[in-house]
């Protein structure tokens, strides 16, 4: 792959999945945040490794309640987002711990 630019060309669409609920909704990838569209990461082209901005094409959001189950987001307490490139590649993970009011 070249890579003389510092950014990847992204999809149009970023696919945002509910895990629990496994509803998937369509963003247009200019219409996200955008600190959510590229994560920055290392990548193989022309034979070197190359520090690039990889457009994000999939976020999952899994939410879980005290126990570690699989719940409803008004029931959790703890979040992950998982960021994917076009490829299914990990690109980036956040974990998110709330406390129950």
């Given at each position: 792959m070249p890579c003389d630019l510092p950014v990847l060309k992204p999809n149009e669409i970023i696919l945002v999945i509910?895990?629990?609920?496994?509803?998937?909704?369509k963003e247009l990838f200019n219409?996200?945040?955008?600190?959510?569209r590229y994560i920055e990461g290392d990548v193989e082209c022309e034979g070197k490794i190359k520090n690039l901005l990889?457009?994000?094409?999939?976020?999952?959001?899994?939410t879980f309640d005290e126990?570690?189950?699989?719940?409803?987001?008004?029931?959790?307490?703890?979040?992950?987002?998982?960021?994917?490139?076009?490829?299914?590649?990990?690109?980036?993970?956040?974990?998110?711990?709330g406390r129950k009011e």
């Open positions: 509910d895990v629990f609920s496994k509803s998937v909704k219409q996200m945040p955008e600190g959510v990889i457009p994000v094409a999939e976020i999952r959001v899994s126990s570690g189950r699989l719940v409803p987001k008004d029931k959790a307490t703890n979040m992950l987002i998982e960021y994917f490139d076009k490829n299914g590649k990990v690109l980036h993970v956040t974990r998110m711990k």
